[in-house]
């Protein structure tokens, strides 16, 4: 069983900003597409960011030039730095990772985490 295991979630004012990041195995982190998605209530699961082995990167619009998608391949770490959070911006933040193989997509999904923009 592959494990994405997240961290960083919390309580963040508006505006304020929050690091988040995912760890994965070796062998996944390795060659997989990482991402991040996030799911308020109620809502469908949406792509945040994402960065492909190599390390171009791919974003929503309603998060350019706030947020930041990095990965430490030594470290086998994906980073997610969200700046300027807006309070609809609350919901559970998910590490995904992605591999296209010819005939079929193979992905692995943390548990989520937890972020809350309030005053």
């Known amino acids: 069983q592959v494990q994405l295991v997240e961290s960083g979630g919390g309580l963040v004012q508006p505006g304020g900003s929050l690091n988040l990041s995912c760890s994965a195995p070796a062998h996944i982190f390795r060659v997989y597409t990482m991402g991040w998605y996030r799911q308020a209530p109620e809502n469908q699961r949406d792509l945040v960011a994402s960065v492909t082995s190599g390390g171009l990167t791919d974003y929503a619009d309603s998060v350019k030039g706030r947020f930041t998608i990095s990965r430490d391949n030594a470290k086998r770490l994906m980073y997610l730095q969200m700046n300027s959070l807006k309070p609809e911006e609350t919901a559970v933040y998910y590490c995904?990772?992605?591999?296209?193989?010819?005939?079929?997509?193979?992905?692995?999904w943390g548990e989520g985490t937890q972020v809350t923009v309030s005053s």
């Open positions: 995904n990772a992605r591999f296209l193989f010819p005939s079929e997509v193979n992905e692995y």
